[in-house]
Every structure is written in structure tokens, then in C-alpha cells.
């Protein structure tokens, strides 16, 4: 350790030195800081989890028939069964599966149309497999997409994970609010556009039923008598027809209830030439019922068919209408895509004519965009969502823990040192540890396959080395402190052989940190969290016997009351290390 003293001493001893040593830490300060906006360190709440399950959404065009939604989901389980990770499926038509984690949010339970399927895919358990579920499914998703999607034109085929923290509707969601639904879907297409243009943006769909025209068959109750019919008979042969209902039922010793005997037609007699009129009313026109009289009586006859627009879902939200347009990110993180598609419809939105403001502040809702149609006057929203924002405000509140801890920190150091310089000095060192965590994720994204994100749990490791870290500027302060009054050390010399003495402990310490944070390194959701705290441990260390020392050396609050000093000459003082 006398090397180490000798180096300290001989940096305290030139003014020169002292100012490198700050100069460098602080521009080490600024690079770290500055590799999150430049994407060196990307940020995101959590990473991908690899699971043994993923999902797949369906969603043909409103209005489309279940034989086409089959179709498509088909093609997508001819393209899974060729993978050899893949064990089994389960497809659902019609409706969604079974409520798992992430359906909790994405509205799988209130799926009841023919346009939609999901198809529950399960894999090989995940330590027996070499690729990543997440990655799987980034692989399989251009393929299935370029495939299938063109059997229905307008189809949107979206690949979801199970989630590795809260479940979300989708990774980046912009609702769009106002008071005319038609803007509103004009507005929301838009959106959809310009976020299907943005890198590393997939999956993008919008939550709003396409209006469709349709065909309404009313009894024709005048019809209806005068042929000797009735309506109840008319409205069952429609139903019986085309969805089946139970005529009579049967009983068995094998089964408690009765058992229903179920009546419809065919596939093939259900079907249609097309969807044109002419198409419907030759099919009503093959079908007769037999009156009172015994005569048939086509259904044409008797039923009024009448060409209607769709009624679409309108969903609301704090009792304003609202369109959702959700996208999901291809291993990436949510806040990049977003700040470049939201530029993109800045411009984009000038240019159309609209009066474009940005949220005034900085809150919950700073990246929400206010338009203002000049034309009408009326004014719409779009607001960001879904796990972007959950991001946002995890950071936002892991931030301000972080403050708080500072705060505190501070305090309790006043109250023990009556001294704000000798508190800062202690702050200083404990928040230079950034410089760490920040690069230790650099390097860890280096040497892994997938993307190392800064996540949540980094910066709780980072939070966590605040108090490691100011230990270590505490020994150095309190020792050299204690030679200078108790020895007559002078104190640049004080300060050099504390250095000195309490980097071996400082060492073992930071040894064992890192030790027993190896283990959460390698774990796919708390990596952050060890790697945080390997690297910022590394960088305590040095920033504690190097930089803490020059801050210690300018510090007048080092100085001892001279009132009854102590002679001593500090070469003849022996140390115990």
C-alpha cells in the first residue's frame, strides 16, 4: 500500500494533478452520462422475458367470415409446426384464450366475433433450449407477416410475449381523443402510418371496428299473415339455418342432463357466392316454409332485406371518446421509437394544416401532442400510453427515491460532521458510482447476444450503492481526520496514508459486492440489477481512493484547530495497516 500512498501524495502535493484529477472524472461524468441519449445505453423498464409460451392475435378485417379468419390461422400453424422448440397449439376461433398474464389487459376475454382468433403456442422449457422466446418470436414474426397476412387483405397479425413485469395493453399506445369520431378515425389511420414507418415498430394495428355495410333481413309481418305464416317461424328457419339451434333433445344413463340434438346446414350450404345482394337473395330464395295450407311460401317473400352501415365499438375514457392505435417494439426499447415517430407527426401534422402543441411542463403526460384543426376550430389529443408510460413513471419515481436518499444521506452527514463541505464531498463520491453502472451496461451489451438494457433494477442498484459508497468516503474522511488531530499528521500526508490504509478493506468489501452480485448478473430480469452493482462497486472504488482524496485535500473543513496542536513528525509515526 505504500505504492498507493506515495500516488496520492504525489497528486495532492501539484495543483496541476488535483485539477486533472477532477477534469477527468468529470468529463468520464459527462460521457457516461451522455451514452443513454445517443443509444450507447439504451433504457427500458425491464428487458424481454424468455417464456415457455407466446401468443398469436388475429384479426381479419371486421365483417370477415369465420372460414377466412380459419384460413389465416391455418397458414400461421403450418409455419409453427415446422419449428422444433415448438411442442403444441391450441387455436381458438372466434374467441380468445384462456385469460394468461398478458390477456389480462389486452381485452383476450371479451373476444366474440368471427374476425378474430388467438392461437396459444407453447415451447420447450426454457433452460433446454439455446434461443430466447422473445427472440423466436422477433424471428417468426417477418416471416408469418409476409405470409399470411395477405390471404385477407386488411388482416393484422400481432405477436405477443408474456410480459416480464406489469402487463400492458401494448408497448406504445396513443389514444386518440376528440369530439368528432369521424376525425378521430381519420386521425388515428394517420398515426398508424407514420408508427408503421418507424424502426423497430411492429405489430401496429388500430383499436376501432372497420365500418362495413351489411345487409338487415326484417319480417315482413303483413307478408307473413297474408301467406299463412308467422313470424316466430320465420325467425327460427332464419336462425336454424345459418346458426343452428337444438330441435329436441335425448336422454341417456350416461350423462345426467338431456343431451340437446343440434340442427344446422353445412359449411358449404352456408356459404355465399359473394357478398353481394344478389348473392343473398338467391340463398333466401332457395329456402321455403309450408303454411297452414301446406303450400311453400319462398322467404324472400315474406322478409325485407335492407343495406345498412356497420355500427363500430366506440370506447371511452375519463367520459371522452377515444381510439387506441397500439404498436409493439421489436427488441427495443419503447422511448426511442416514440420520440422519433412523435417528431415524424409534428411534422407531418404541420404540414397537413393542424396547429400542433406540445404538453407545457414536464409531467405524466409531457409527450402528448394537442391539435388544433384550423378549418373547425375543434381540438384533438394524442396521448402516449401503455408500457412507454410505465416506463416513464418508473423512472420518474425511482428517480425521485433516489433524490430522497441523497437528501437523507445528507442530513445525517451535517448532523455527524456540522460541516455542508465534508457532506458534499461524501455525496460527491457516492454519486460518481453513475459513472459505473452506466459503462458496466455498456460492456455487458458488448459481450451479450441480445440488447443489455438499463433497466429498473439498475438504477435500485444504483440507489442501493449510495450507502456503500459513502462508507468508503466516511473511513477515508474520519481516519485522516484522526491522524491530523491525534497524530500531528500534516494533511496532505493524513490524507494520503488513509488512502492508503483503508484500501484494503474498501477492496475486500467491494470484492465481496461483486462476489455475491455475479450470481444476478446472468438473470434475465435482475442482470441490471447485478451489473449495476459490479460496476458501480468498481467505480466506487476508485473514485473513493482518488478522487474523494483531491476533493478532501482542497476542503478547509479538513483543517485542524490549530489552538493546541500536536508536533509530531510523521515519519517516525508508525501505522498499523
Known amino acids: 500500500m505504500h505504492k498507493l500512498e506515495n500516488l496520492v501524495h504525489w497528486i495532492l502535493t501539484s495543483k496541476f494533478r488535483k485539477s486533472m484529477v477532477i477534469i477527468l472524472t468529470l468529463v468520464a461524468l459527462v460521457l457516461s452520462v451522455l451514452m443513454i441519449p445517443v443509444g450507447l445505453v439504451k433504457a427500458r423498464m425491464l428487458p424481454g422475458k424468455s417464456a415457455n409460451t407466446f401468443s398469436v392475435y388475429i384479426d381479419t378485417p371486421t365483417g370477415s367470415s369465420k372460414e377466412q379468419t380459419k384460413k389465416v390461422s391455418e397458414c400461421i400453424v403450418d409455419i409453427l409446426k415446422q419449428e422444433k422448440e415448438v411442442t403444441d397449439m391450441e387455436l381458438f376461433l372466434g374467441e380468445g384464450i384462456p385469460l394468461d398474464y398478458a390477456g389480462l389487459v389486452k381485452g383476450a376475454g371479451m373476444k366474440n366475433s368471427e374476425n378474430v382468433a388467438e392461437l396459444a403456442v407453447n415451447l420447450t422449457d426454457k433452460h433446454e433450449r439455446d434461443e430466447k422466446s422473445f427472440a423466436m418470436v422477433s424471428r417468426l414474426r417477418p416471416v408469418i407477416k409476409k405470409k399470411c397476412e395477405p390471404l385477407v387483405k386488411g388482416t393484422v397479425i400481432k405477436m405477443i410475449e408474456q410480459p416480464a413485469g406489469p402487463p400492458t395493453l401494448s408497448s406504445i399506445v396513443v389514444e386518440v381523443t376528440g369530439d368528432d369520431l369521424k376525425k378521430d378515425r381519420e386521425l388515428s389511420l394517420e398515426v398508424a402510418k407514420i408508427l408503421s414507418k418507424t424502426k423497430k415498430v411492429v405489430d401496429v394495428d388500430i383499436m376501432a371496428d372497420d365500418i362495413f355495410k351489411k345487409y338487415t333481413l326484417i319480417p315482413n309481418k303483413d307478408k307473413i299473415a297474408r301467406s299463412g305464416l308467422s313470424v316466430d317461424q320465420v325467425n327460427k328457419i332464419i336462425y336454424l339455418a345459418f346458426e343452428g339451434m337444438a330441435i329436441a333433445h335425448k336422454n341417456s344413463t350416461n350423462e345426467d342432463g338431456q343431451i340437446n340434438i343440434f340442427l344446422s346446414l353445412d359449411d358449404k350450404t352456408k356459404m355465399f357466392a359473394n357478398n353481394s345482394l344478389e348473392a343473398l ?13 301446406g303450400m311453400l311460401v319462398p322467404l324472400t317473400e315474406v322478409v325485407d332485406i335492407k343495406e345498412v352501415k356497420s355500427k363500430p365499438m366506440i370506447m ?6 377515444m381510439i387506441n392505435v397500439i404498436a409493439e417494439t421489436d427488441e427495443e426499447s419503447q422511448v426511442y421509437p416514440l420520440l422519433e415517430a412523435r417528431d415524424k407527426m409534428i411534422d407531418y401534422f404541420k404540414k397537413k394544416g393542424y396547429k400542433v402543441e406540445k404538453e407545457p411542463g414536464i409531467n405524466t403526460y409531457m409527450f402528448d401532442l394537442h391539435l388544433t384543426d384550423p378549418k373547425t376550430g375543434k381540438k384533438y389529443l394524442l396521448r402516449w400510453d401503455g408500457e412507454m408510460k410505465v416506463t416513464l413513471d418508473t423512472f420518474r419515481d425511482l428517480g425521485g427515491a433516489f433524490i430522497g436518499a441523497l437528501v437523507l444521506i445528507f442530513l445525517l452527514l451535517v448532523i455527524y460532521y456540522k460541516s455542508f463541505a465534508l457532506s458534499a464531498i461524501v455525496l460527491a463520491g457516492s454519486f ?43 473511513l477515508l474522511i474520519d481516519f485522516a481526520k484522526s491522524l491530523m488531530e491525534a497524530k500531528g499528521f500534516e494533511k496532505k500526508r493524513a490524507i494520503a496514508v488513509a488512502s492508503a490504509t483503508r484500501a484494503k478493506p474498501i477492496a475486500l468489501t467491494a470484492v465481496a459486492i461483486i462476489l455475491g452480485s455475479a450470481l444476478l448478473a446472468s438473470d434475465p430480469i435482475f442482470g441490471g440489477l447485478g451489473v449495476a452493482l459490479i460496476s458501480g462497486t468498481v467505480a466506487a472504488v476508485f473514485v473513493s481512493l482518488i478522487f474523494v482524496p483531491v476533493l478532501m485535500d482542497n476542503s478547509k473543513a479538513m483543517d485542524v484547530d490549530d489552538e493546541n496542536p500536536i508536533h509530531h513528525d510523521p515519519k517516525n509515526v508508525s501505522i498499523t495497516r
Not at 337473395?281 to 295450407?293: D, F, T, W
Not at 371511452?316 to 371518446?321: E, G, S
Not at 451489451?445 to 449510495?466: C, N, P
Open 281 to 293: 337473395q338467391n340463398k333466401l330464395g332457395s329456402m321455403n316454409l309450408m303454411n297452414k295450407k
Open 432 to 474: 460518481l458510482s453513475i459513472i459505473g453502472v452506466i459503462i458496466g451496461h455498456w460492456v455487458a451489451d458488448l459481450v451479450t447476444a441480445d440488447t443489455f438494457f438499463l433497466t429498473a433494477t439498475s438504477l435500485i442498484g444504483f440507489i442501493a450503492l449510495m450507502g456503500i459508497s459513502s462508507r468508503n468516503s466516511l
Open 316 to 321: 371511452h375514457k375519463d367520459l371522452n371518446r
